[in-house]
């Protein structure tokens, strides 16, 4: 079970997060740029170690080094994509199944996908977690597909990244932590 008040409280940090995972376009990757990560990280002593790992990397890097650097971890190997089903089942008839569910949750919540974009792309659904106006009515539980996509396929991509002292395993790492901590176990949901 998703605990909403848990949630609520990291949505903001689920926004950085998948800024963060995006193609450093226009500007060098800087802990600055990421106040809200910060500011969490003071209470999350896992998260803050991880952020802090990741930019004592990436910061040493130039804009061209970091866009160099995301292309060769995410868009030309097979085993780090950003695309949460991918590494399961690759085009198998599932993932189409999996990816069908999630634009028909992100159209029933009103969110038109851009053609260009699949459903599963880690940093869309960060974003749709971190500004979906559906969390505030009460529907937050009907969307756990979508936790547990983001779970599998990031302990997928966390573990390549680790294989290969990659420091983007950090990010993945701090962003499963927060999902973690909105998480109930069964217990707790059962006593409320």
């Avoid at 500011?39 to 990436?58: A, G, T, V």
């Avoid at 994509?81 to 029933?108: C, F, N, S, W």
Wanted: hydrophobic share 35%; with cysteine.
């Amino acid at each position: 079970m998703i605990n909403q008040c848990e949630f609520e409280k990291y949505r903001p940090i689920l926004q950085e997060f998948s800024l963060m995972l995006l193609y450093p376009q226009e500007r060098r990757l800087k802990q600055q740029d990421f106040p809200l990560i910060e500011l969490y990280s003071e209470s999350n002593k896992q998260i803050s170690e991880n952020m802090n790992r990741f930019f004592d990397y990436i910061s040493e890097l130039t804009l061209l080094q970091q866009q160099e650097y995301y292309v060769q971890t995410f868009d030309f190997s097979k085993k780090t994509p950003l695309h949460m089903t991918y590494v399961k089942y690759e085009d198998a008839k599932e993932r189409g199944q999996i990816l069908v569910q999630l634009k028909l949750m992100y159209a029933m919540c009103g969110l038109e996908l851009d053609s260009k974009e699949l459903s599963d792309y880690l940093p869309l659904m960060l974003e749709f977690l971190a500004n979906g106006e559906w969390i505030h009515n009460n529907r937050l539980q009907k969307w756990q597909l979508l936790f547990a996509i983001v779970e599998d396929g990031t302990y997928f991509l966390q573990e390549e990244l680790k294989q290969k002292d990659n420091p983007y395993q950090y990010v993945i790492q701090a962003v499963r932590l927060s999902l973690k901590a909105c998480m109930e176990s069964e217990r707790e949901a059962t006593i409320q």
